[in-house]
């Protein structure tokens, strides 16, 4: 018997992006902060008030930049739950609907009542996979039920019911500002993520040129790997 596996859903080439990003970003500043720490050739960039002042600065967006694993994986967590909780609240509502609408079709058959069977649902497109026709199919047959409620005292469906719909149908609203508050959450995490880690590397270029000048004698280009590091002036280059 063939068994059915759930593929894990691939990070989008975006996040996968930003994630390379902060990465290089942190393990770029990390590094050469390390190097200045410790490296006893760079001790006039230690004594330097302006390099003292930007090592200060990228010393805050590394550590920014440390919890940016946590940062994403968090948001993306709460995002999953309050998608998981609108299934939830859209397959209980839904459950609840069909009940109603079930009852009334079963009592009620035949042409002279098809105006109230199609007042609660009949033949109304709704699925728990699209939660605002679920909604949309409850809010039917609460305002259909003042209207028929002789008919629903029939079926057995009295007010705990009604009410029990209307909780149902108020969290799954509830559901959908909180996902896109979450979303928008998401996204502001991620830009300020990408900003941190471009002002990383801005500073760890303003370090290395620091460098290049108050210590001539000490090979920079080790100081981040190749490709990171700026290039040094024309007129210092050997013609």
Same mark, same amino acid.
């Given at each position: 018997?063939?068994?059915?596996?759930?593929?894990?859903?691939?990070?989008?080439?975006?996040?996968?992006?930003?994630?390379?990003?902060?990465?290089?970003?942190?393990?770029?500043?990390?590094?050469?902060?390390?190097?200045?720490?410790?490296?006893?050739?760079?001790?006039?960039?230690?004594?330097?008030?302006?390099?003292?002042?930007?090592?200060?600065?990228?010393?805050?967006?590394?550590?920014?930049?440390?919890?940016?694993? *946590?940062? !994403?994986?968090?948001?993306?967590?709460? @995002?999953?739950?309050? =998608?998981? #909780?609108?299934?939830?609240?859209?397959? &209980? $509502?839904?459950?609840?609907?069909?009940?109603?609408?079930?009852?009334?079709?079963?009592?009620?058959?035949?042409?002279?009542?098809?105006?109230?069977?199609?007042?609660?649902?009949?033949?109304?497109?709704?699925?728990?996979?699209?939660?605002?026709?679920?909604?949309?199919?409850?809010?039917?047959?609460?305002?259909?039920?003042?209207?028929?409620?002789?008919?629903?005292?029939?079926?057995?469906?009295?007010?705990?019911?009604?009410?029990?719909?209307?909780?149902?149908?108020?969290?799954?609203?509830?559901?959908?500002?909180?996902?896109?508050?979450?979303? *928008?959450? !998401?996204?502001?995490?991620?830009?300020? @993520?990408?900003?941190? =880690?471009? #002002?990383?590397?801005?500073?760890?270029? &303003? $370090?290395?040129?620091?460098?290049?000048?108050?210590?001539?004698?000490?090979?920079?280009?080790?100081?981040?790997?190749?490709?990171?590091?700026?290039?040094?002036?024309?007129?210092?280059?050997?013609?």
């Amino acid at each position: 018997m063939a068994t059915s596996t759930k593929t894990p859903r691939r990070r989008s080439h975006k996040s996968a992006q930003l994630s390379k990003q902060t990465r290089m970003a942190y393990e770029n500043g990390r590094r050469l902060l390390e190097r200045i720490s410790n490296d006893p050739m760079l001790a006039p960039l230690r004594e330097d008030a302006e390099a003292r002042h930007l090592v200060e600065q990228l010393r805050q967006e590394v550590a920014v930049l440390a919890m940016a694993p *946590t940062l !994403r994986i968090g948001a993306a967590r709460r @995002l999953q739950g309050v =998608a998981s #909780r609108r299934r939830t609240a859209a397959h &209980a $509502l839904f459950a609840a609907c069909a009940e109603i609408r079930r009852r009334v079709k079963l009592r009620y058959r035949g042409p002279r009542h098809q105006t109230l069977r199609r007042a609660f649902g009949e033949g109304m497109p709704a699925s728990p996979a699209k939660p605002e026709t679920v909604l949309q199919f409850a809010q039917q047959i609460l305002s259909a039920a003042p209207h028929y409620s002789s008919q629903l005292r029939e079926v057995r469906v009295r007010a705990p019911t009604l009410q029990r719909v209307a909780n149902l149908q108020k969290g799954l609203r509830a559901c959908t500002p909180e996902r896109l508050e979450l979303r *928008t959450a !998401r996204r502001q995490i991620s830009d300020t @993520l990408a900003q941190t =880690a471009t #002002r990383a590397n801005a500073l760890c270029a &303003a $370090l290395i040129a620091l460098a290049r000048r108050l210590c001539p004698g000490d090979d920079v280009s080790t100081l981040l790997p190749p490709g990171q590091v700026p290039k040094p002036a024309r007129s210092a280059r050997r013609s």
